[in-house]
T-cell receptor
């Protein structure tokens, strides 16, 4: 079974440009999460989808970030326009529910974004 | 915002030694998780703890969910070179799906 995949693995862009990151969760996982790790800091939650619905977007830094999950399958995270402080590693994770509990939290390899 | 204080920040040990790292918080968590991240990879779940006082093992790894629900530790016994990586603790509060992560412990094992 394929794991969580993310594309691209690396992205280097200039300040002011737009970048779109993609995440393909594990097939059948309704829950999809985006996290970000800025250099030397902790991994921080950005948002959570249940299928195509945004369940919690309390971690989104500002309105330059837009996440979508059309059809409840893959998700995209767009940064427009990118700023220097957006540099970091963006992780996607997925999980499924069994009864009342969430089972598994499988992370993708991350996209390393560098904004120059 | 919520914070998990993870220590130590880094460790340099000899192969065969035991390792201990911990996370503390000023607030209560319902679930504690420990992850390991290898270079170029995403975090991989090692151990999940769901009940205060719970002690769980996974091979040479042992983790405990503190009684106060505000802390957790991870022990690695008889370390080997492939234990090298960054270890993260993460907590989850009741009623919330998001994970709160510590800053990580970078482990180096000298053969």
């Amino acid at each position: 079974e394929a794991g969580v995949t993310q594309f691209p693995s690396h992205s280097v862009i200039e300040k002011g440009q737009t970048v779109t990151l993609r995440c393909d969760p594990i097939s059948g996982h309704d829950n999809l999460y985006w996290y970000r790790r800025v250099m030397g800091k902790e991994i921080k939650f950005l948002l959570h989808f249940v299928k195509e619905s945004k369940q919690d977007e309390s971690g989104m830094p500002n309105n330059r970030f837009l996440a979508e999950r059309t059809g409840g399958t893959y998700s995209t995270l767009k940064v427009q326009p990118a700023e220097l402080e957006d540099s970091g590693v963006y992780f996607c994770a997925s999980s499924y529910r069994r009864g009342q509990g969430r089972v598994g939290e499988f992370f993708g390899p991350g996209t390393r974004l560098t904004v120059l | 915002g919520q914070q998990l204080n993870q220590s130590p920040q880094s460790m340099f040990i000899q192969e065969g030694e035991d390792v201990s790292m911990n996370c503390t918080s000023s607030s209560i968590f319902n679930t504690w998780l420990w992850y390991k991240q290898d270079p170029g990879e995403g975090p991989v779940l090692l151990i999940a703890l769901y009940k205060a006082g719970e002690l769980t093992s996974n091979g040479r790894l042992t983790a405990q969910f503190g009684i106060t629900r505000k802390d957790s530790f991870l022990n690695i016994s008889a370390s080997i070179p492939s234990d090298v990586g960054i270890y993260f603790c993460a907590g989850q509060k009741g009623g919330s799906e998001k994970l709160v992560f510590g800053k990580g412990t970078k482990l180096t094992v000298n053969p």
